[in-house]
């Protein structure tokens, strides 16, 4: 089931400069997107998200990006800081549910 | 900000053995949910239930798993016979509605099934 994918497993940024994590989705009934950031022996914790209705949306450092011609999305942190080292995962949904289909996850270090 | 408690952090047990993972849901919340995620794969969605009710199931979620929610605040995960296979973390969620609402999950219980 590779419906959600984040073909990039890791990525390393210097600080302060921008971090661009992408995901691909083949699902055209999908309608919303969830970015999750996790820590070691932590739980997935919310992001962002962003409806299928929109392109763009931001949040403080965080921006996520929806192209859904290409069934596309990225999300953006601007300027990146070493606490936004972890695992980044895309999660997309359809309908009224909270089944959540996640992608591989993305490993962001971002480096003082 | 409210937090979804996962108790035990991690349990280990021997295959055939009942396992149950506990959590306790955000108290305003309606919707909980059951994910797992096996070392080195995805995050995977196992079951909803909302109303005293399994709301959807994942093709994982056999008969070996049942989930309830016995008294107004946990919500459990029993796995009747542990398979080797069933080795992995398991994330409780909840969530106040349905309608594009984000998932707050715990911090997961590590489950080894030697």
């Known amino acids: 089931d590779q419906q959600v994918k984040q073909n990039s497993p890791s990525l390393s940024v210097q600080e302060g400069r921008i971090s661009i994590l992408n995901c691909d989705y083949t699902n055209s009934m999908f309608d919303y997107f969830l970015w999750y950031k996790k820590y070691p022996a932590e739980g997935p914790t919310f992001l962002i998200s962003i409806s299928s209705i929109k392109d763009k949306n931001e949040d403080g450092r965080f921006t996520v990006f929806l192209n859904k011609s290409a069934k596309h999305l990225s999300l953006h942190i601007v300027p990146s800081q070493p606490g936004d080292s972890a695992v980044y995962f895309c999660a997309a949904k359809s309908g009224n549910t909270g089944k959540l289909i996640f992608g591989q996850g993305t490993t962001l270090q971002v480096k003082p | ?114």
Not at chain 2, 39 to 57: A, P, R
Request: with cysteine; hydrophobic share 35%.
């Open chain 2, 1 to 114: 900000e409210p937090e979804v408690t996962q108790t035990p952090s991690h349990q280990v047990t021997q295959m055939g053995q009942e396992v149950i993972l506990r959590c306790v849901p955000i108290s305003n919340h309606l919707y909980f949910y059951w994910y797992r995620q096996i070392l080195g794969q995805k995050v995977e969605f196992l079951v909803s239930f909302y109303n005293n009710e399994i709301s959807e199931k994942s093709e994982i979620f056999d008969d070996q798993f049942s989930v309830e929610r016995p008294d107004g605040s946990n919500f459990t995960l029993k796995i009747r016979s542990t398979k080797l296979e069933d080795s992995a973390m398991y994330f409780c969620a909840s969530q106040r509605t349905a309608t594009n609402e984000k998932l707050f999950f715990g911090s997961g219980t590590q489950l080894s099934v030697l």
